[in-house]
């Protein structure tokens, strides 16, 4: 292998791909990134197993080969470097990779390339396509409210079908919901159904481009692996085996009473009862149309034995009858946070009915936050 | 001027025990479990503490020093029933009365001196119907509040009745042992005794920079109460800062499936008093004895507010897995649920209340039928040494009770 890249390119390369690479593992291999000669370039790709991300560098190839070396060392070697050309090559006999740049010579001892796992081999045609800056909004609406703790694994998951020209993103912790369409490119049947990992979607998220461009998806026939693939890039993910639960019934048909509250105002609120709730629990209490609000305009409140009370209120348009209900803060803040539009209107049925945030002016997205029962 | 009571029935336990058996009278009775269990003295009447006989020691100790003692394993259900009684006495003269355990309480009659008397007639009223009407003897002080009140009712046990007329607060603490005052552990004990300071009066007339500088702001406090002064209110409804249970084996045990099962009739015994206190814990904590009373410690906080059995177990055994060295006997384990709150996160998918309503309706079952009356199976197993006869069955150490502590 003999490879010139520009130490810009390569960096950036690096950085895609090293989040992939696994802090604890198992195998010494995992904790390198594999360098291939392609397509008059250089492919890196690292895995953990459940994901795995390819990143692809031009450059200049005066002999085709591949290597793994440490991902750690490689990045921080070539994040210190100046930008100018890094030559590559690689000694095949003692297995070592030497780089030059500029002033600095450095050699890095490697592995085999085909002692690294196959990533990315899916070799399928892609399902369909969406747009980049579409899906990385409507990821950020979604991905926060997939379980952390592991007792559930579906619920680590974030439900995703593909059905006719639609997508649909759904991801709940049992405490709360989140749901998100998006349209696709081109029309998909039959249609596909598929759990992708939580932290999969984050690093996607994390890789996307925030421009309009094309992201294909593909699906393998088994439906073990999920692939990713935006302009030389691809993320591929295994996938969450399991029946994702029936979300559908547990979203709220109706309401009696609803209040349309600025986005901003209504977090800032929630934030600052959250430091009172601290001790409490972190519950806050939200009143529509309560004594709290006036009569109008939605009460956000907070009460610790021990520590004092605290009480914003905010104004809204508020319609049905005056109703009060206990969150977790966090549950609020997440989603207000997350939620990509000005105003976001609140539903709610009485206290220990769940309680729906949509954003106005989307049609695309409904959140569910179950409530907290309390004494009074 | 407030007016505060504080009630304390005389070796309550051991004097249920007298009062239902009159052979018993006049004999030592200790009540916690036999003489040859591993367990702790609940209660001991007077005529056993003549040997040294106090709540907390080991039975064993108890049996040494007290050969002819009258070892009882206790009735919880009976001193729940007459501490009732007891209660509903108190309350019938204020609705301010703050129950400490069973055998304890403060009374507010701030109130109630216009319809009954001043505080020592009241306090007298109360001594004579408790013996009238329930058959037990309770001692009584009188003062301006609570900390004064407190020990004024402890100073001359049995069928004491102690008045601090006001005013007299720091008078009457000057002569005692600082040790008697809230908060004054072995600890400051150690530090106070530096300062050559012994009884309380010594304390009030240290400066309150001093106790500033080596207490923080309890120095403050410290300062406070040694004068008699304690303006904390009497909190009429109670609720309970901790539920826990606890279980002292009859051998060491190391082995992991018994300590697990032992954890989960514990989470078991908690879930089932916080859905009848109507609460929720945040929080758990996990307790290992081992040989020689080394006692540890363990807390962690739960996923969310719960009063469920699983959550608390899967807790407590994740704790266990991490302190619990192997192979090392455990004499005694116990679980507490901590951080208790009336609130309760609902969920979406477990239908809600499902688990709730089922194990409320196991906690039925149990009052009605006894606790051995419905259990996991697992917990059969594990517990060759319980008996499944219907008659009378060992029951947990009264004593193991945090509950309002």
């Given at each position: 292998?003999?490879?010139?890249?520009?130490?810009?390119?390569?960096?950036?390369?690096?950085?895609?791909?090293?989040?992939?690479?696994?802090?604890?593992?198992?195998?010494?291999?995992?904790?390198?990134?594999l360098l291939k000669t392609e397509n008059s370039g250089l492919n890196l790709t690292a895995t953990n197993l459940e994901i795995g991300i390819n990143c692809w560098v031009p450059g200049k190839v005066a002999e085709e080969g591949e290597i793994?070396?440490?991902?750690?060392?490689?990045?921080?070697?070539?994040?210190?470097?100046?930008?100018?050309?890094?030559?590559?090559?690689?000694?095949?006999?003692?297995?070592?990779?030497?780089?030059?740049?500029?002033?600095?010579?450095?050699?890095?001892?490697?592995?085999?390339?085909?002692?690294?796992?196959?990533?990315?081999?899916?070799?399928?045609?892609?399902?369909?396509?969406?747009?980049?800056r579409v899906l990385r909004e409507a990821l950020g609406e979604v991905v926060f409210a997939a379980a952390s703790d592991e007792s559930r694994p579906i619920l680590t998951g974030v439900l995703t079908r593909l059905t006719g020209d639609k997508m649909t993103l759904?991801?709940?912790?049992?405490?709360?919901?989140?749901?998100?369409?998006?349209?696709?490119?081109?029309?998909?049947?039959?249609?596909?159904?598929?759990?992708?990992?939580?932290?999969?979607?984050?690093?996607?998220?994390?890789?996307?481009?925030?421009?309009?461009?094309?992201?294909?998806?593909?699906?393998?026939?088994?439906?073990?692996?999920?692939?990713?693939?935006?302009?030389?890039?691809?993320?591929?993910?295994?996938?969450?085996?399991?029946?994702?639960?029936?979300?559908?019934?547990?979203?709220?048909?109706s309401h009696s009473s609803r209040a349309v509250i600025d986005r901003e105002a209504f977090l800032a609120g929630t934030r600052r009862a959250s430091i009172f709730a601290r001790d409490s629990a972190n519950i806050v209490k939200i009143e529509i149309g309560g004594d709290d609000a006036d009569g109008a305009g939605v009460a956000i409140t907070a009460h610790a034995a021990d520590v004092g009370d605290?009480?914003?209120?905010?104004?809204?348009?508020?319609?049905?009858?005056?109703?009060?209900?206990?969150?977790?803060?966090?549950?609020?803040?997440?989603?207000?946070?997350?939620?990509?539009?000005?105003?976001?209107?609140?539903?709610?049925?009485?206290?220990?009915?769940?309680?729906?945030?949509?954003?106005?002016g989307k049609d695309d997205y409904v959140h569910v936050i179950m409530p907290v029962r309390t004494a009074s | 001027?407030?007016?505060?009571?504080?009630?304390?029935?005389?070796?309550?336990?051991?004097?249920?025990?007298?009062?239902?058996?009159?052979?018993?009278?006049?004999?030592?009775?200790?009540?916690?479990?036999?003489?040859?269990?591993?367990?702790?003295?609940?209660?001991?009447?007077?005529?056993?503490?003549?040997?040294?006989?106090?709540?907390?020691?080991?039975?064993?100790?108890?049996?040494?020093r007290c050969p002819d003692g009258v070892?009882?394993?206790?009735?919880?259900?009976?001193?729940?029933?007459?501490?009732?009684?007891?209660?509903?006495?108190?309350?019938s003269y204020t609705p301010l009365v703050e129950p400490i355990s069973l055998d304890e309480a403060f009374l507010d009659v701030s109130d109630s001196r216009a319809a009954f008397g001043d505080g020592p007639t009241i306090a007298r009223e109360i001594k004579r119907r408790v013996l009238d009407e329930v058959g037990l003897v309770v001692s009584v002080g009188v003062a301006t509040n609570k900390l004064c009140a407190k020990i004024a009712s402890d100073l001359r046990k049995p069928d004491a009745l102690v008045i601090?007329?006001?005013?007299?607060?720091?008078?009457?603490?000057?002569?005692?042992?600082?040790?008697?005052?809230?908060?004054?552990?072995?600890?400051?004990?150690?530090?106070?005794?530096?300062?050559?300071?012994?009884?309380?009066?010594?304390?009030?007339?240290?400066?309150?920079?001093?106790?500033?500088?080596?207490?923080?702001?309890?120095?403050?406090?410290?300062?406070?109460?040694?004068?008699?002064?304690?303006?904390?209110?009497v909190v009429s409804s109670h609720a309970p800062k901790s539920i826990g249970h606890e279980h002292t084996f009859d051998v060491d045990s190391a082995d992991p499936g018994r300590l697990e099962a032992t954890l989960l009739d514990l989470a078991e015994s908690v879930a089932t008093r916080l859905r009848r206190h109507d609460l929720a814990a945040r929080a758990v904590q996990l307790k290992l004895r081992y040989e020689g009373f080394e006692t540890l410690t363990r807390q962690a906080p739960l996923p969310h507010p719960t009063r469920d059995s699983r959550p608390l177990y899967d807790t407590a055994i994740g704790l266990l897995r991490k302190t619990q060295v192997a192979g090392r006997g455990v004499r005694l384990i116990g679980l507490t649920a901590i951080g208790l709150t009336e609130a309760q996160q609902l969920t979406l998918f477990d239908a809600p209340d499902r688990e709730d309503r089922l194990s409320r309706s196991i906690d039925t079952v149990r009052e009605?039928?006894?606790?051995?009356?419905?259990?996991?199976?697992?917990?059969?197993?594990?517990?060759?040494?319980?008996?499944?006869?219907?008659?009378e069955r060992p029951d947990a150490a009264p004593g193991n009770d945090e509950d309002g502590a």
């Open positions: 292998m003999n490879i010139s890249v520009m130490q810009e390119n390569l960096a950036r390369g690096l950085a895609t791909v090293s989040r992939a690479v696994s802090s604890r593992a198992t195998l010494p291999v995992l904790a390198n990134v793994t070396v440490p991902a750690k060392l490689l990045t921080d070697l070539v994040a210190s470097l100046p930008n100018q050309k890094i030559d590559l090559v690689l000694s095949p006999k003692d297995r070592t990779l030497k780089l030059t740049c500029g002033n600095n010579r450095s050699s890095i001892k490697g592995i085999e390339a085909d002692e690294f796992p196959v990533v990315a081999a899916i070799g399928e045609t892609p399902a369909t396509s969406v747009d980049a759904a991801a709940a912790d049992n405490y709360r919901i989140a749901v998100r369409t998006l349209t696709l490119a081109s029309p998909v049947d039959p249609e596909i159904v598929i759990v992708v990992p939580g932290r999969s979607y984050a690093e996607l998220m994390r890789i996307l481009p925030d421009a309009e461009m094309p992201i294909e998806i593909t699906v393998t026939p088994n439906k073990s692996q999920v692939l990713f693939h935006v302009e030389g890039i691809d993320l591929v993910s295994r996938l969450i085996e399991g029946q994702f639960p029936n979300y559908e019934p547990v979203i709220p048909a605290n009480a914003d209120t905010v104004d809204a348009a508020i319609e049905g009858s005056p109703t009060a209900i206990a969150f977790n803060a966090r549950y609020l803040i997440d989603v207000l946070s997350n939620l990509g539009s000005e105003e976001a209107a609140l539903e709610l049925s009485g206290p220990l009915a769940p309680g729906v945030i949509r954003g106005i | 001027m407030r007016t505060i009571l504080h009630a304390d029935l005389d070796a309550f336990y051991a004097s249920v025990e007298q009062l239902d058996d009159p052979s018993l009278r006049g004999r030592p009775v200790i009540v916690g479990g036999h003489r040859d269990e591993r367990g702790v003295v609940s209660a001991s009447s007077y005529e056993a503490r003549v040997f040294g006989v106090v709540s907390a020691m080991p039975l064993r100790t108890a049996a040494r070892f009882l394993p206790g009735r919880p259900e009976r001193y729940r029933q007459l501490s009732r009684q007891v209660m509903a006495i108190f309350a601090v007329p006001p005013g007299e607060e720091a008078s009457f603490l000057a002569p005692l042992p600082i040790r008697r005052l809230w908060g004054v552990g072995p600890q400051a004990q150690r530090a106070l005794g530096e300062y050559g300071v012994t009884t309380i009066g010594q304390l009030a007339a240290l400066e309150s920079s001093t106790l500033r500088r080596r207490f923080g702001i309890h120095g403050d406090e410290l300062s406070a109460r040694a004068r008699g002064a304690d303006p904390s209110p009605r039928f006894g606790e051995d009356a419905i259990t996991r199976a697992r917990l059969l197993a594990q517990r060759p040494h319980r008996r499944f006869d219907f008659g």
